[in-house]
């Protein structure tokens, strides 16, 4: 394990222990609070229980945003080698890296993306992750796409739709290298995100996915 990884381990360790820490001291005030009070010995239980699963929940929230960046540079880590390799020589391998990518690595309660695409502004091609709904869209849905993340490099939420008996989020992100509008991705999640995983959805475009899109199209120029 390279030393940068070790430092962030000993750092999400240490972020655990000392939340674990604060827990503790929260819950035991309360169980001697209750017990000066003399509430019976089941209420007593129930609130330490309900304060327990909120701490989990809200602990697995934190945990999530402190591991998140690590698991991601170690993970992007391999498309980053395929590319530098020539393993990854075209647009289309590229983008299917990366939604496989995507869909695994996305799959927390917070944030959980359950499909996804790419476009492509050059040719305005379009790759999917192999279980796409398709029938969710119509064609000239997918033109407007790549017109409105002309248009903006901002994530825009398109709303709420209706998939197999479920609602389902979608939301684009366009993918720019500096100036140059290089497509977009659409993420499809099962939750509506906070604009904090908006943030992570769109920096994860900026420090992962532009500049290696970029990298691929440069290099099928040249072939």
């Known amino acids: 394990m390279e030393t940068f990884r070790k430092i962030s381990l000993i750092q999400r360790n240490l972020v655990l222990m000392f939340y674990i820490i604060f827990c503790l001291a929260l819950i035991f005030p309360v169980w001697m609070l209750f017990t000066d009070l003399e509430m019976p010995g089941s209420v007593i239980i129930l609130v330490i229980a309900l304060m327990s699963i909120t701490f989990v929940i809200i602990g697995?929230?934190?945990?999530?945003?402190?591991?998140?960046?690590?698991?991601?540079?170690?993970?992007?880590?391999?498309?980053?080698n395929e590319i530098a390799s020539g393993e990854i020589k075209s647009v289309e391998l590229f983008a299917?890296?990366?939604?496989?990518?995507?869909?695994?690595?996305?799959?927390?309660?917070?944030?959980?993306?359950?499909?996804?695409?790419?476009?492509?502004?050059?040719?305005?091609?379009?790759?999917?992750?192999?279980?796409?709904?398709?029938?969710?869209?119509?064609?000239?849905?997918?033109?407007?796409?790549?017109?409105?993340?002309s248009e903006t490099e901002n994530v825009t939420y398109l709303g709420v739709f209706k998939h197999e008996d479920k609602k389902v989020h979608k939301y684009l992100i366009p993918i720019y290298f500096g100036e140059n509008y290089l497509g977009f991705l659409l993420a499809i999640t099962n939750k509506k995100l906070s604009p904090l995983f908006k943030g992570i959805l769109a920096d994860f475009e900026n420090f992962y996915v532009d500049d290696q899109l970029l990298h691929v199209l440069n290099s099928t120029k040249d072939d």
């Open 60 to 80: 697995s929230y934190f945990y999530l945003i402190v591991a998140l960046p690590d698991r991601l540079s170690r993970n992007f880590d391999c498309i980053r």
């Open 96 to 149: 299917n890296r990366v939604l496989e990518f995507i869909i695994k690595q996305f799959n927390f309660v917070f944030l959980d993306i359950e499909y996804a695409a790419m476009g492509i502004s050059k040719n305005r091609e379009l790759f999917f992750n192999d279980d796409f709904p398709n029938d969710m869209f119509e064609d000239k849905d997918f033109s407007e796409y790549f017109d409105k993340c």
